[in-house]
Each structure stands twice: as C-alpha cells, then as structure tokens.
C-alpha cells in the first residue's frame, strides 16, 4: 500500500528547450473536473537569479501496480507569446505560487496521481494551533525514491500564528530542514475527517528558507525556518 500522500506530489524539471535548468517540487489540485499542477511561482520564472525557462516536465506515474514506470510529461510555459501559468498577488504583493491547468486529454490513460480539492483546505484559520505537527512532502535536491519515483517528506511545525499572516505578507512560517528543490512542495496537516482516501488537509505552499538580513554568518546558524504561502490562493487561481 503507497500512503496517497505521496502522490499528490510530483517531481518538476525545469529547461531551456532542451538545456535542463533546476529541479522542484509540485503539486495536483482538481476543481470542478480540471486539474492543475500547483508550485511556486520562482520556479517558472525568477528575474532576480535570471531564470527564464521555456518548458517544465513533471514526472507521472502510468502504471499503479509498478510505481518504477514513469514519464516526463511535458508542458510548455509559453502559448502564443503569453505565459500560461497563473499566479496572484495580494495588498502584501506578489504572492509566490503559480498554478498551471494540465490538459488532461494529453495525460496518460493510465496516469496514477491524487489530488487535493477544495475540500481538503482549511476553512477557519483559528482552528490550527502554533507548534501543529505538519508534514513537508517534496524533492529536497532533486532527491527522492528514484525506482518509484517517490517524493520524501520532512517534519515541520507551525513557527507562526496560523491565523496572521506574518508580517503582513500571505504566508506563514514552518520550522523544518528543507533544501533548493522543495519549492512548491505542499504543506500538509494529518486530518482523518477531511477524506478518508486522502485524510490531510492542505495548510500551504513551500516556498523558501527564510533568515535575517543581519545575522552573522560566521557566529549565527541559520534560524532554519521557512516561508509557505496559505493555500486558499488556490480558489482565485483556479477559478
């Protein structure tokens, strides 16, 4: 039996045409019979680090009783001249998660994934407390089960009021160990009552490590927190 968890979770590739760039994490939301792919937005484009790719691949399962069968699914980023991903932005700014719609005529007959839905996001803020046990379900480094082509999963905790978003931004804070590659991995939270084929809800979206601008980088660790974007963008980006 493979936790469903797991395959929510897709690893993303990211190129240049055919010049391989970064390696990420993803996503799948389905509304209303769409699916989406789910990640963050510096993924797809970064102009601070010049990252300007043409195209990802995300990596689907085709067979469910051998998860060692895989392919690339390609999906171009640009359509006519226009980007097609979504992404949103708040009074805050730019928030940092995109959201492209797969075509899911294109997708292998025989695809294995699992979404998360709308039912699976939280829907009082109040309800989830500081120090909540979460669950980081991404490819820190690229690295995951690479004969089944599984993500792993990091322990984290609420570092943040759950209820504010901090600093006035829409995101809120993890304490976890997490890696260049976890971006765009979900943030998850054990919950039997949400769907008993898939009992987690959906807290958030991994974006980055955070730290201080001033700390010492030779006296000081690194404070080991990180930003995750609250998932209820997710009901403007797909709409």
Not at 55 to 65: C, G, N, S
Not at 106 to 118: G, I, M
Not at 134 to 162: C, E, K, M, N, T
Request: charged share 20%; aromatic share 8%.
């Amino acid at each position: 039996m493979i936790e469903p968890v797991l395959l929510t979770a897709s690893r993303v590739s990211t190129f240049d045409g055919e010049r391989p760039l970064t390696t990420a994490s993803g996503f799948f939301f389905e509304r209303e019979g769409r699916i989406f792919l789910v990640t963050s937005r510096h993924v797809v484009i970064d102009e601070p680090s010049q990252h300007f790719p043409s195209r990802i691949e995300v990596e689907l399962h085709t067979d469910a009783k051998n998860l060692t069968s895989s392919i690339g699914f390609s999906v171009l980023l640009y359509l006519d001249g226009k980007s097609v991903w979504r992404q949103g932005e708040d009074s805050g700014g730019e928030i940092d998660v995109a959201v492209i719609e797969l075509d899911r005529a294109a997708l292998p007959p025989s695809a294995v994934l699992r979404c998360f839905t709308p039912e699976h996001l939280q829907g009082s803020l109040q309800e989830v407390e500081v120090g909540a046990s979460l669950l980081i379900v991404g490819f820190p480094l690229g690295f995951h089960d690479a004969l089944h082509h599984l993500p792993v999963v990091r322990q984290a905790v609420i570092a943040s009021s759950f209820g504010l978003r901090f600093q006035g931004l829409g995101y809120f804070l993890t304490d976890a160990r997490t890696h260049r590659g976890t971006s765009g991995a979900p943030v998850v939270m054990r919950d039997p009552s949400t769907d008993a084929s898939l009992p987690w809800k959906l807290l958030g979206v991994h974006s980055a490590r955070m730290d201080m601008s001033g700390r010492d980088l030779e006296l000081d660790e690194s404070l080991g927190l990180n930003c995750a974007w609250y998932a209820d963008i997710l009901l403007t980006l797909t709409k």
